[in-house]
């Protein structure tokens, strides 16, 4: 982000904000104008910054990251910003996506006599950028943006400036807020809204934003595609405040709850939501089906990080620390217990059995999208083939692992529907196999 | 809690789950059948305790803690538990409550040539224990509950035995769960759930419960009062999937919605709750007036702690982060907001701004409770009077402070039907000033 | 202390200066006027305060402490300061020494119904104080004076004054140090050089020194007794730069090292001190006997605390990388070994054997202090007669067991003539067993 | 290092023994025989390795490092070991030395199109060993040391082995250390001394040792080279126990001193050193000058890092802590002041001010190596010419300036015959100017 102001606080709460899409490590980047400064650690935002390193990185223009160490083998050199130094250039990048072509170009460029510092696509794009760097900065990202295939949203700092892009086809959500003072782009407008941005809107697909001091510019990769946004970001990813490329979470997901109530109904005493993703849909199966809402599963809201697993009793003690079920409430009833998806199953196994043990006595499952039955490409963390549940078991195979009394999934059309946006612009994927781009398995 | 096996993982565990109870500091101490240890920090239960410490914590009995340090005059002396030796006997205690005669008994106690360590009603407690203790805990313990007046919940460890009590009016909330290794007492139930106890139930008013190696034992102060337990912890204190004294927090606070809509209705589009406590009142609410429940304030989860705030601007920056309204559901709306009380108006006020400023037409403001009149003196940390803003303002006066377009409190009747519990056996004091023991005021 | 600017800072640094003196755990209490704050914990004092809490502990009055944890258990509530309130007054002490009749008082103020907080000495101390406190401090102190028997420097915190004792022998050292802003009491002077004191002089035995924003007053408790001062704080606890009751550390050490040389003259080729206490008797041993002194032990600066010891193998590392014999000085070689003291025997036999390693031909021992035979009571953390290899074995037999080829220890009268101070005003219970105050042995 | 047994622990101790030569940030990287786990922090050794991480870094191969962040720049991705990934193998190193070409190297490759991630010479190794690896590490290795011109000692890691390799003039030490079990390099061999290496021998200029669980083998770079190693190691890098190609530092200190008094002989009462690397020094000036040694400064041994700075009263009180005049030993006293060097010239004036104040009558100042009046290329940490003292002032010039009584630098001529070995094979570049390795001055 750009401020007037410093902007290491400010980013600070930036980060926080977008805390819920990466919970294990996270950095950030803060030019004062000559040089580049960087610092990065283990665990949530408000653990890694304190006031003193805050006070640290002085500068008006920065860019930040929070991300899932898991996902990158919980080396410390995969976590992000990464920093590049190139021709008396110094770059820093944050960056959010999957690059198909990521080890194709690695291992071209490792045949060329490059060697990598991490093993993430992360540092491939920075590396393109630096080397096409001329002068021009947005020259670079175009040439970057036509070499790199897959999902990316990333923000690009320089001594002098921030450059934001956005791949062709708008596959993770990208978002600029501003106000006569600040600029900010984060992947959801929770970010630019606690910062007070007056004006937010989408960065488009293939655009590409250029923040100075001096303001704001647009520019845009030749050709654009049909967008390709990734509906899992509604089903579940983005926080249900988030507006991107024109959809609200909340309402999507709400939507798909009363559509799904349309397709599979069931004569339930009480529709409970699987929090936090699960509310929105629950509400809106309730309200379609006239059935109550109630909350059946209690949250632990301070049990974020995953802690001291020694043996298989604790293990068991930590899942059941994260959701309690609510005996008072489920005691007797028949319930419509409502998830935004399933992916391996064992979750919706393990709190089905809790939910009966807690007295329910009848537990009908319901599933706000399609089944899960291809990977993601594209930057979300799922499991191969062979552990989606739903790649290998039919639905009334998986009812019956889940032991649920019935089960059922929104159909694609409804799922579409609850966009309301007439065009399918969007990367189903996961869901149908159609991977807008293609992805390349090594 | 006493467990056949190691017990602080177990410990650590139970105060993650009641860490809503106070999320400043905490602190632990565990017996090893010789002598007791502890273990005392500020932040968060998983930022306190980590592997190689509750390592050290090695024993089968011990007890916990959190609380609120800003209740504490942020002083490390004041954190739990304490500690007390006397007579080759060592004592450890951990407490929940008020003790309103704490300063009578201090100052005669300080004429008498006592000097204490910490500000805190715990020590006068622990400190009366320990002289009444003449090889009979049981019978120290109900002679300093003869002379301690107020609210308590206590848990008392020495080298083989821990000893729980309760005040005799059962103002402050203590339950008992068991299974055949482990007993644990806790300020709530969810603590013994996730620790799997099959068998649960409360402490009573005024009982003593002392857990050994060999089992449970229970005890009676002579005489028992009529209950009057605090029924501030339905309306907000508990979590919801606390059952306290027969009385389960979302039930109550789900039929307080109900009531409120049947006493109070408002012609409106949407309700929507202040999250966390509100949300079950909301839904109450919701149903009985069949208007559509929505979720139109998103919290974040991530920042538990406040931090740093340096300026007025980053103050309120730390404020609107903790709560983001939802534009896309709250724009063109007229809204029912629900939460569970006013205290001193000033976080409604700047709510019900935001809302606004999010694009909703109308807000009627409704509270589960009465108006908070009296400052508490059992625990509940209130501020004083001339800070209440209904002790000062009418109802009519309050809306118009908080700019609601109207605004309702359940009734005093309905807020006790409530309970289902046809005798009024809670403590109200809070909003009708009739306070069950007379709180001293030096 | 006192400064006329803030004091935390200025007590950071003294403490620094003192940590040699107890490196595990430490704390510091700051009154700004109204009330104590204190910060305690565990490790080196740059650990425990940092930038934040410093400015946090804000006040022109102040008192610190560091100590070993392991002479206290191992328990955090035996850090120092402690703090207690008594009759609307704030006290905080830091005390070093010990008191024989500790278990004695306590067990009577047990009986009388007191309980503690602690196990160590200073609680009680405190608590006489803040029993006997009726607006006169100093008298307190003077009451408390008489009934505790040992030794004690201690300074004494309340909201407006700070009051420094010393035992009426003054068997721990205790000095005073100001300029025209700052007064500090310190065990040692090296904390009131590094502060630019001007005037520095020994608190005596039996003063007491009230220190305020006025300046400083001294009292006396009556009928001085003749001073028996720790006599091995010359020979190992105080740094070399300490001039404590006339007597200066380094000078007196080397004055030992000439007097053995005399005494116990060997012929060797080169003289070597145990480092750091053993250096300046191994220069006075070398200068009267004119063999070369040289470095033939490097200390690991780095390695001040003990670590991780998971096996016997790493244990061993640890103790090896804290010395290491410096084979090209020591091949070939007849060395004079120098220490300051011979306790349990262990650590000489090992550095005996490692110095034979490095390929030394001859090992003569010469210890600048008489045979250890008798436990210390006045805060010298020694072990029990049966654990002090001098108490059990003969010379000859020490020698044997630590494998030196010749070992000598100073005599008692050479010993004594070191101080240079005729009369024997002294404290050797160590050596001699002549305790100046009866130890009560329970 | 290698070891049959957990590498990660031994590290953890030859890292420690090593501190001496970074005190400000370090790390280590382990292979578990199929991947390279790395772990980087700030502060010293024991403050960034806890148990629990030393117990992730699971493997039998391993290499570390200490440094000074401030030559780094304070930046995070300046901490070593550096990692590296090219053509599907892991790579990581350490490193000390000077790379002279580096910028021009650097530069090269930029224009090539490559990106650096960090600021440090060692990158620019590890990418050349990287590209030029082509499945055999040591001929790779050998390219790129013909290409790299300056002072090196380096270890890289790689899953399966461990190669280290010394430029051909020898610049910077190191040494292998092995026994039956244990392979280890190191920059000094303390290291290899406190592990129990039974044999220890230099890494010969040139020379590149290849260590796998089989064993070791030597190779080298053809046409070696005069060796001319740092001399500045004996001077004042190495701690005084280290033999580095066949020069034992203490010894070499010594001689110095000796040479220096015959030389420069002054009329004084007491020799006093600058501790800690001028001890060895004035123990051989005051044998040879049968002029008394003297501990006259006290080092505080807790104050290594520096710490908080906020005025300029404080920063002198930094200073102070961590050297203190012995009043006692020095007042009244004619005395000749023995230190390795002067840089700047400030430290000097700034001590001989503090000697004068605390009695001393005369100073003279006895220096064991001739003036610096070169910036050294090679990794030792001196400033620029116009910040050299020797550079610009006559030594009579100098002595004013530091205000001594008199002041003598040892000859190049008796430096060189301190070190017995009759052929110079020394870089004395910092003195002379001759520098081995043309500095490229960018």
Redesign the interface.
Known sequence: MFSNSSVS??L??AL??L??RG?ESGGMTVSDGEKL????GQG????IF???N?NALKGNLGIGHVSYTASRGN???NVEP??????KNE?SIAFDGNIVNHQILR?RL??E???????IATEVI??LI??YYNGYIVDAIKKAMKVIKGSYSAVLLMNNKMVAFRDPMGIRPLTIGYNDNDVIVASEN?AN????MTNTRDILPGEIVEVTKDGIKSFFLEGPKKPRHCIFEYVYVA???A?LDKV?A??FR?RCGEYLYLESPCDVDLVVPVP?SG??SA?GF??EGKI????GL?K??????S??K?TQE?RE??V??KL??????LEGKRIALIDDSIVRGTTSANLIKRIREAGATEVHMRITSPPVCYPCYYGIDTPSRKNLIAANLSIEEIREKIDADSLAFISPDAFQRATLIREDRYCKACFDGNYPVDPIII
């Open positions: 606080t400010k600070f709460f926080n904000s805390q819920h919970q400064i960087r610092k990065k949530l935002v408000i653990d304190k006031e003193d805050l080396q410390d050199y990464l920093m590049g130094f190139a021709k770059f291992t490792e045949e006599g490059i060697m990598f510092q991490t093993s920075l590396f630096a080397r929770a809204e606690i910062l007070g926080r249900e405040d507006t609200n909340y309402n709400r936090d509310i929105p509400i309730s309200q109550p809402f109630a909350t209690v632990n809201r301070y049990m974020g990080r802690f001291i020694p604790l003690l930590s059941k620390l309690n079920p609510l005996k008072t409430v």
